[in-house]
Structure formats: structure tokens, C-alpha cells
């Protein structure tokens, strides 16, 4: 297997590899061009925002925004990034349609080894995120690897989320929980 194969399957893998390496410029060099047109290049912007991004129709960022490659970001149509978003996509960051995310959120896809031999061994990996229809994700909250958050669920800003949750609930804290549901009938 390839260094990024190892990568998207949630394996250890070496992100020092010279593909990964050109993959993860690629995405800087977008990202950057991107967040350094000023309003009067909106259009521009959000063209090199649909070619670094796997995104449906509606895509709208707020720059700066930050990824690691952007290709593994697969996201639905309606799509809102608020200001100085950050996302870790070194595995499968999967997004529904109409979801908003607050100013400063971020999403990590990217993990360590908890053991300390491994982790100093320069080798990472990553666990997929999905994030359904209708989410709204609070500023300043943090997605944790390998977590799902079902449709229509709201998520309080500065949440961190550590484990999944089903639909129609409001999550908040730190850890996140559920602290009422939402009927959306």
C-alpha cells in the first residue's frame, strides 16, 4: 500500500512521504491564493474554493480557511464556512447538505498514536468524520477524530466533541453531551 492508501484506509502511515508532502502544498497554495483575494474577487475565491473542495452547489467560505489536502473534504450542496476554519482531512471529512459552521471551528480527522514509541516514530493516522443534513456547528468547537454527528443536529459553541450522536439533538460542553432534543416534525 501507498503512504495516502494507508492514510484514507485509517492505518499508520508517514506523512513525511513526498506524495503526501506535494498533495498537502497543492492544498496550501489553493487555500492561500483563496484567502488573500479581498471581496472584490469573491467569484475567484470561491472558484479555488470548489477546486480544492469535493463541494455541491452553494459552497461559500469565509477566509482564511485551512485544510491539509481538501480532496478527502466531500461535502453536500449549501455548504457555510465561517470565518477561520480549520479542517484536518488526512481521512474522510464527509458533510451534508445544508450545513453551517460558525467562525473558528475545527475538524480533525488527523490523530497520533497514543503510544508514546509509535506516536515519536513520526507516524500518524486518521479516522473518518461525517456530519449530516442540516447541522449547525457553534464557534469554537472542535470535532474529534472519527466522529458522526447525525441530521439536524446543533452543536453550542465552544463544544468539544468526542464521541458520535444521533438526530435531532442540541450537544454542548466539554466533552460535548446532549442537553435537549430538537423536534423537527
Not at 502544498?25 to 473542495?53: C, G, M, T, V
Not at 435531532?168 to 460542553?173: C, D, E, P, T
Amino acid at each position: 500500500m501507498t503512504e495516502r492508501e494507508k492514510m484514507l484506509a485509517g492505518e499508520l502511515y508517514r506523512p513525511s512521504d513526498p506524495q503526501l508532502a506535494q498533495e498537502r502544498l497543492r492544498a496550501k497554495l489553493l487555500f492561500q491564493k483563496a484567502n488573500n483575494l479581498n471581496e472584490n474577487f469573491r467569484k475567484e475565491r470561491n472558484a479555488i474554493y470548489n477546486e480544492l473542495l469535493d463541494a455541491g452547489e452553494n459552497l461559500t467560505i469565509e477566509p482564511p480557511f485551512q485544510c491539509d489536502f481538501g480532496s478527502n473534504i466531500k461535502a453536500g450542496k449549501n455548504l457555510f464556512i465561517n470565518y477561520n476554519c480549520c479542517i484536518l482531512d488526512v481521512a474522510l471529512v464527509t458533510i451534508g447538505d445544508n450545513v453551517m459552521l460558525a467562525a473558528n471551528v475545527q475538524i480533525y480527522a488527523a490523530t497520533h498514536p497514543l503510544n508514546a514509541n509509535l506516536r515519536n516514530s513520526g507516524q500518524e493516522l486518521g479516522k473518518p468524520i461525517t456530519i449530516g443534513n442540516n447541522v449547525w456547528i457553534g464557534g469554537n468547537s472542535t470535532i474529534c477524530p472519527g466522529i458522526t454527528l447525525g441530521n439536524n443536529v446543533v452543536v453550542g459553541a465552544g463544544s468539544v466533541v468526542t464521541k458520535s450522536f444521533p438526530d435531532n439533538v442540541v450537544i454542548a460542553g466539554n466533552p460535548a453531551k446532549i442537553i435537549k432534543t430538537i423536534d423537527n416534525s
